[in-house]
């Protein structure tokens, strides 16, 4: 049985192969024809049923056509459509013609008259439709041309009045896409064609079709969006679709009040029903507010986000957004909002609700109470309790963007917003979160506002605590139980999730410097210091206790009158931490004592920055220097490298500059080193340790080109020249060591040739900024081309040790900005000794925190390194999703790495650090190169396309002490 | 002219037992059947002897429609269709289908088992009952008869609560049973579309409060737990066992998932364990969130939850209990509570309403010392909380709901006569829409005026839209780029034909040479119509000539002689014409033709 089936296998499979065979000799036979229009016509007129046609255009559609066929090909396509009568080949043959047009390079004004043309005797409407649809095509080709946008806008006009809902779409559509913009231009064009399309167009706002109705709110707003001012008189209309029974019209139509809204947005226009008067952003708003409670979410949604956006409107209308009266049983009642703020004011803060705490008051009067608003009351309250989070998340950020430009309204808006902190779908806490952030400057947070705001950093989410941590850095609190409170609630956070530390740290930093005078009364309690006895002194490694001297000495930095209150040990502690966690840290002014590092006035501005000064003056006098032969120079060099180096320590700001800087220094000296020896004249075999040296100093100049390159951002082509040049230089040093420690000439041919094929890549990459590099390696090089390629290998090192020794010394320029990117491991510590304990064989997680700062396309380029005691590495690849983005030129790395290995005897260290992974062939200067000539040189130069991948550590390793038990058997 | 008929056999002006018939195009429907809690009598089921004295019921009604399985909307079902007599279809959704007869049991072996009463439905008779049950789903237009449909929408308030669409021809009823605007931890919002029913059959629970925000509540409620928890007491949280404590649960379970907590949670079994399963089954049915992420985890499934024992409660160390009952009148949570009730770290959260004379309504009401059997005091040191949860919509909701629907007229049932009024008159006002509130047994009787589609033959509205764009100005329209205004009302020459009610369609032969009109039907059934050129303005004349037969003039203007009727009614175009319609019953065929010749001819002028 199974030989049978398995015979039969056999047979299926080489039937498929033979139909296989016929299908490729077919098309074979198609592709020798000479021009695709004729293979199409032929194709075409065998057909004999309209499915095949079909077929044929079908197949046709799939590959692309030359420009200069287009035309042909159109005309054969025309002809058969008049003979076609299948309508739907007719579809196939007009959406082809679209296509067509499309073509890059192809003009369609030659066929858009035959296009016209077919629009007369078409009877199908789903053809008319997609004609018109071509003939959009080729109007949004032809822009430019007035004289053929009003043709095709008067083609539509005909078409208006077809009664199927698809052509009258199209047409609007094509009204919308070429109708006439600017009034002037088309009364000179044609008298008749100075009718006005908004009028066209809101003509069909009432169309019964509500697929029309869209299309026509659609071709309205994109006229507006092609800079036509639109007409005040189509608000009504529009305010009518408000109440469309179709969610796509009402979503329009949103669109469209708002759009009218802020083009007019200080007209006056009545209220139905009454005699009064308001703006009109002020009835547009009141009317978007409305559809927040639309039966579409939609339609919510996009109400929610254009409200947002309307910052014009009147703060009466804006504060009625969060107003919601509230009644039981007709007696008006007090929000829970209301209530905590008047149990805030009369003094009492926690106190056991009972029942009927929330009974109502006064009675309502009955007629006064309107249960529909015609105005913007409560959409924000409904917005932010709506089913959808869609709408939810909307409703957020408009109350954001609304109370950034509203100070009152962001007051506000707070106990919304700090009730959002409960929501159930993660997002919209987080969005909630940030929003609060971003308006921040704005609001002073209540101490019951702040109780359950500090209730969320309980939270297992570490998005959402760290987001909590970062609004409470810039948040204002009124009271010093608050920042008590705020305290307790971190350290339980700390407790909690120890892996907070350094973000619970830094908000501490924050808040003891925004609020020193709430903190001052509180120091006694929290440092536990006592008036009459010493106290125990706290263990100094305690994360707990670095957050609370954080907070103190923050806050002493603007408060001379704390330090007073410290203890002996707290001094002590202070000197620790300085040093220590200088980040978190402030320079205090402490009595009796040095101060520590004079606070420079902070009064100067940048230009008069002595550093700044300091290092161009250094620069400066390095670059006067042409050679570089002498003892002396080579010393000043090496004095400019170590002050730079300790600039850069010492400036944050200029560190990327200084060390950049002082990195191409340090390739040059090493380079001029390794060339001056007198002992170049002596015979190879004998001073292997000067080659030894040279070789070296190759190597080391190459690497740090590559970290010139890769490692900082900011740099521009200029440098970049300079470094490849630097680059160069290392390869003609690196050929010169070789062709004097190896025998023979044969390796050296090979090398010869690759060299001076670099050279030639380096001329084509950088040819417009070979003028500037006068005297210089490369310079003097390439007047010699000629004779290097002819000449023999021996004699090209010759002349290239020359020119190296000759060559005057390149003025590096530097960028506006310049950072250089740095990683730092937060986790692991590497301070534990406890080691990680798992079975060997099996896999143990690591939990990797890093800071990345400065790092362009961290997701392709950084990459997690974990070194094992008996020398093997492992390269691990981070997914795209553990890197977040918490700031511009900031990164953040969290991740997990799988560790394993055969069993230890006994626990052992290991290493793990970040790598910054580069590609040559990704470097700036191939992208700079111009498009043609890359594609050109890809096949006369296929070294350049095997670029060197390499990888630059760019952070302290950190031990990981570690312990593979062998299995229990 | 055709109506609508509502009686609320219950909920008329008052909360339970619901019960409401609709009679609506000669079809009868009875929306919900429920008991009311108050009365242990007769009173507690609707009288359904109301409906036919002695005939049966299955005869009378078309159909029987339950909203959700509350008792006081399903309550009466057994009763209903076992022992009064029903064999009808009866409607509900998938969940209430599989959630009710376990109500129904429960309810059921209080009644007998506990109380001791007879003469109530038994286990058996709810099986049978629930065999005639016919389920839908949301959405789905079900045909009842060739002529009946309903469907039902979306309604919140409790997992499967739906509100039904009623609909007879172009006629309809939109009934929404308890219905919540407002979503919640596991459920979503009522919605209807804009379907624009005659008649809205409205709850109004809540008609005269508008509620605060649900976020400050549950943030309270999860701030006391929380603290409580984490001063090491003990919570505990009497609930009944369907709908509000599956919202609590989901509320304190995420909630715990969140913060990380530990401490346990005990749900009491039984009852429960049956609902959480249909609760998990149901998907469909709950909130956006649940819906979305069920794939990774059922939000049902609960992690923190365990099912309680009752040795559990002597535990030391904090936790969180559900028990029922929710008054807590007798059962597990009493006990709990007797247990706890010293503790002043302890707390007990009422989250609904309590009857008066119940532990929980004395607690409530500040009492500290209760008396307990026995001649127990016991000393109450444990805090007391009172947390509202409702699933009801509030005055603004039932506003919204009246909004999207779009109804021609409102009729509000199971609330307050005095809540109603206010929300009647507020409806009225705002809506410009008329709105009724019958109390039980009382008859409320709707007018509509029903569009009757009328089909046509295609090559005669060819024909007729051809002549139109031929005419002179209709080319002149064109020429102007104007298209026919399709909305407006265009005359056109045919004969309609209605056979039993129905329209159906004329080749174009028997066209009337000349004529218009507007068609309009009679309610008995065998009658034929015909349209007649609309010359005669007068017509006391015809009772000169039809001598013989008894010519009378009825109150809105038009005639009837014996059982032919003849309707004037002015061309809705040309004032100045007049429309007459003229229809007979078969049994006077010979009479009706006569005098349709005679109207033909035109009568002899009038004296006057």
């Known amino acids: ?969 | 002219m055709p109506e609508i008929k509502v009686t609320p056999l219950g909920a008329g002006q008052d909360v339970g037992r619901s019960c409401i018939l609709v009679s609506i195009a000669g079809k009868n429907v009875m929306l919900d059947c429920g008991m009311h809690m108050g009365y242990n009598d007769d009173r507690r089921f609707p009288d359904f002897s109301y409906i036919t004295q002695n005939g049966r019921l299955t005869d009378f009604l078309d159909c029987v429609i339950i909203s959700h399985f509350h008792l006081d909307h399903c309550g009466a079902l057994p009763y209903f269709s076992e022992m009064v007599g029903y064999d009808g279809p009866i409607y509900m959704t998938h969940p209430t289908k599989a959630i009710c007869p376990i109500l129904l049991e429960d309810y059921r072996k209080i009644t007998v088992d506990k109380k001791g009463e007879i003469n109530f439905f038994t286990s058996q008779m709810i099986k049978d009952c629930m065999k005639k049950v016919v389920a839908v789903h949301l959405h789905q237009t079900v045909q009842v008869d060739e002529e009946l449909e309903i469907k039902a929408y979306y309604a919140g308030h409790v997992l499967g609560a739906a509100m039904f669409q009623i609909k007879v021809g172009c006629e309809s009823v939109v009934y929404t049973g308890d219905y919540n605007m407002t979503p919640d931890r596991h459920l979503g919002a009522a919605w209807i579309d804009r379907c624009r029913p005659d008649l809205l059959i409205t709850e109004s629970t809540y008609a005269t409060t508008i509620r605060d925000s649900k976020r400050c509540r549950e943030r309270d409620f999860l701030k006391k737990v929380h603290e409580t928890v984490e001063r090491g007491g003990k919570v505990l949280i009497p609930v009944f066992a369907l709908g509000r404590a599956q919202e609590l649960c989901i509320l304190l379970e995420t909630f715990w998932e969140r913060m990380n907590l530990k401490a346990p949670i005990y749900f009491s079994t039984g009852l429960t364990e049956k609902a959480n399963h249909y609760y998990k089954l149901f998907i469909t049915w709950t909130n956006q969130k649940i819906r979305k992420t069920f794939v990774q985890r059922n939000m049902f499934e609960f992690k923190h939850i365990k099912a309680f024992d009752r040795a559990f409660a002597d535990n030391p160390g904090p936790m969180v209990v559900f028990a029922t009952p929710g008054m807590l009148h007798a059962g597990q949570s009493l006990q709990i509570f007797k247990k706890w009730a010293g503790n002043e770290k302890n707390m007990v959260i009422m989250p609904g309403y309590c009857v008066q004379g119940t532990v929980g309504h004395k607690i409530l009401s500040g009492q500290r010392k209760l008396e307990m059997e026995g001649r127990q005091i016991l000393e109450v040191k444990m805090q007391v909380e009172y947390m509202s949860f409702s699933a009801h919509a509030d005055a603004k909701g039932i506003m919204q709901l009246i909004r999207q629907a779009e109804p021609r007229s409102v009729l509000l049932v199971h609330g307050e006569a005095k809540k109603m009024e206010f929300l009647k008159q507020k409806i009225e006002q705002e809506f410009h829409v008329s709105c009724y509130m019958p109390a039980n047994g009382e008859t409320t009787t709707i007018f509509t005026n029903p569009s009757i589609p009328v089909d046509i033959s295609l090559g005669l509205l060819k024909r007729e839209t051809a002549l139109v764009t031929t005419s002179p100005f209709s080319s002149l329209a064109l020429g102007l780029g104007l298209l026919p205004d399709v909305k407006k009302p265009q005359l056109m020459h045919g004969t309609l034909m209605m056979k039993d009610n129905v329209s159906t369609k004329l080749p174009p032969a028997c066209l009337v040479p000349s004529g218009s009109g507007v068609q309009r039907a009679r309610g008995e059934p065998p009658f034929r119509g015909m349209l007649v050129p609309p010359r005669i303005t007068a017509s006391s004349s015809l009772a000169r000539v039809l001598k013989d037969y008894s010519v009378q003039h009825l109150p809105d203007g038009s005639i009837t002689v014996e059982s032919i009727l003849i309707q004037a009614t002015a061309h809705s175009e040309d004032q100045g014409t007049k429309v007459l319609l003229v229809s007979w019953t078969y049994q006077d065929e010979e009479l009706g033709s006569y005098l349709t010749a005679l109207l033909k001819k035109g009568l002899p002028p009038s004296s006057s």
């Open chain 1, 1 to 969: 049985m199974a030989a049978h089936l398995k015979k039969r296998v056999y047979e299926e499979f080489t039937k498929v192969v033979q139909q296989q065979h016929e299908d490729l000799s077919a098309k074979k036979l198609r592709l020798t024809k000479p021009s695709k229009s004729a293979a199409l016509h032929v194709d075409l007129c065998k057909a004999t049923s309209p499915a095949d046609a079909l077929q044929y255009l079908l197949q046709f559609a799939r590959k692309p056509v030359e420009v200069e066929s287009v035309e042909g090909v159109v005309r054969i396509l025309l002809e058969h459509y008049y003979k076609e009568n299948d309508a739907s080949v007719r579809l196939k043959i007009a959406s082809l013609l679209g296509l067509l047009s499309k073509t890059a390079g192809f003009s369609p004004d030659c066929i858009m008259d035959d296009a016209i043309n077919t629009l007369q005797n078409e009877k199908s409407h789903q053809v008319l439709a997609q004609l018109l649809d071509t003939l959009l095509v080729i109007g949004t080709k032809l822009t430019d041309n007035p004289s053929v946008r009003m043709r095709l806008v008067d083609v539509a006009c005909k078409h208006l009045t077809d009664s199927s809902h698809g052509v009258r779409n199209k047409c609007l559509q094509l009204i919308g896409c070429l109708g006439p913009v600017e009034k002037g231009v088309a009364k000179d064009v044609e008298n008749q064609a100075a009718k006005d399309v908004q009028k066209i167009i809101g003509d069909h706002f009432n169309d019964q079709d509500p697929r029309v109705r869209t299309a026509a709110i659609k071709a309205m707003l994109q006229l507006h969006e092609r800079g036509l001012k639109l007409q005040q008189a189509i608000y009504s209309q529009a305010c009518k679709l408000l109440a469309d029974d179709y969610e796509q019209v009402r979503s329009a139509a949103v669109q469209l009040i708002w759009v009218l809204s802020q083009l007019y947005p200080e007209s006056i226009v009545p209220i139905p029903s009454s005699n009064e008067e308001i703006r009109l952003v002020d009835d547009a708003f009141g009317k978007i507010c409305h559809m927040v409670s639309d039966g579409s979410w939609v339609v919510r949604v996009q109400a929610a986000k254009l409200l947002g956006s309307m910052q014009q409107v009147s703060s009466h209308f804006l504060e009625q957004t969060l107003d919601k009266k509230l009644m039981s049983d007709l007696r008006r009642k007090r929000t829970a909002h209301e209530r905590a703020k008047e149990l805030y004011s009369s003094g009492e803060f926690s106190s056991g609700r009972k029942w009927g705490d929330d009974a109502p008051k006064e009675e309502v009067d009955t007629g006064a109470v309107n249960l529909i608003e015609s105005g913007a009351c409560g959409a924000f309250v409904h917005g932010l309790e709506d089913e959808m989070y869609e709408v939810r998340i909307a409703a957020v950020e408009a109350l954001c963007m609304l109370a950034q430009s509203s100070p009152s309204f962001a007051e506000k808006c707070l106990d919304f917003l700090v009730d959002m902190f409960n929501d159930e779908i993660e997002e919209v806490r987080l969005q909630s979160i940030h929003t609060m952030r971003k308006i921040s400057h704005n609001i002073t947070l209540r101490e019951d506002q702040l109780d359950t705001v500090l209730a969320v950093l309980e939270d297992s989410s570490r998005d959402i605590r760290e987001a909590l941590h970062e609004l409470l850095c810039c948040t204002n609190v009124s009271t010093k139980e608050g920042i008590h409170l705020a305290l307790v609630e971190l350290l339980k956070n700390l407790t909690k999730y120890p892996t907070d530390r350094e973000s619970i740290w830094k908000c501490l930093k924050f808040l003891g410097s925004r609020h020193p005078t709430l903190v001052l009364p509180l120091v006694p309690e929290l440092l536990s210091t006592h008036p009459f006895f010493d106290t125990p002194e706290p263990d100094m490694d305690d994360p707990a206790y670095i957050a609370v001297l954080v907070l103190i000495f923050n806050a002493a930095k603007s408060c001379p009158t704390m330090p007073a209150l410290f203890s002996d040990h707290t001094f002590r502690h202070y000197a620790y931490l300085r040093d220590s966690l200088s980040h978190l840290v402030p320079p205090l002014r402490l009595p009796g004592r040095k101060l520590v590092s004079s606070p420079a006035s902070p009064s100067i501005t940048p230009h008069e920055d002595p550093s700044q000064q300091f290092l161009h003056q250094s620069l400066e006098r390095v670059y006067n220097l042409q050679h570089l032969d002498s003892q002396g120079i080579q010393e000043l060099l090496d004095f400019t490298i170590r002050d730079l180096q300790r600039l850069g320590e010492l400036q944050s700001e200029l560190a990327g500059m200084a060390d950049f800087t002082a990195t191409y220094l340090q390739c040059q000296l090493l380079l001029i080193k390794a060339l001056q020896e007198k002992l170049w004249n002596v015979a190879a075999p004998l001073y292997l340790k000067q080659n030894a040296l040279a070789s070296a100093a190759a190597k080391q100049i190459l690497e740090e080109t590559y970290k010139m390159e890769f490692m900082y951002s900011g740099v521009e082509s200029r440098q970049v020249v300079i470094i490849h040049h630097m680059r160069l230089q290392a390869k003609a040093l690196q050929l010169i060591v070789t062709a004097r420690t190896t025998r023979g000439v044969e390796p050296l041919f090979g090398m010869c040739e690759k060299f001076l094929q670099e050279v030639d890549s380096f001329q084509r990459c950088f040819i417009s900024e070979l003028p500037h590099m006068q005297g210089s390696f490369v310079d003097k090089l390439l007047d010699l081309m000629p004779r290097l390629v002819t000449s023999k290998p021996s004699e090209v090192v010759k002349i290239l040790q020359t020119t190296l020794r000759q060559s005057t010394f390149l003025h590096l320029p530097l960028p506006e900005q310049l950072h250089r990117a740095t990683a730092n491991i937060i986790e692991p510590t590497g301070e534990s000794d406890n080691p990680l304990r798992f079975t060997s064989g099996l896999v143990v997680a690591l939990d990797v925190d890093a800071t990345l700062e400065h790092v362009q396309d961290p997701q392709g380029t950084v990459k997690v390194q974990v070194l094992y005691p008996d020398g093997q590495a492992q390269i691990i690849h981070p997914k795209p999703a553990d890197f977040r983005n918490p700031g511009p030129g900031r990164h953040r790395l969290i991740t997990q790495v799988y560790l394993s290995h055969t069993a230890w005897t006994e626990p052992c260290q290991i290493e793990v650090r970040l790598l910054l992974a580069y590609n040559s062939n990704r470097s700036k200067a191939s992208a700079k190169m111009p498009k043609s000539t890359w594609s050109e040189n890809l096949e006369a130069l296929p070294q350049s396309e095997n670029g060197i991948e390499g990888t630059i550590p760019f952070s302290k390793p950190v031990k990981v002490y570690i312990m593979p038990k062998p299995a229990r058997r």
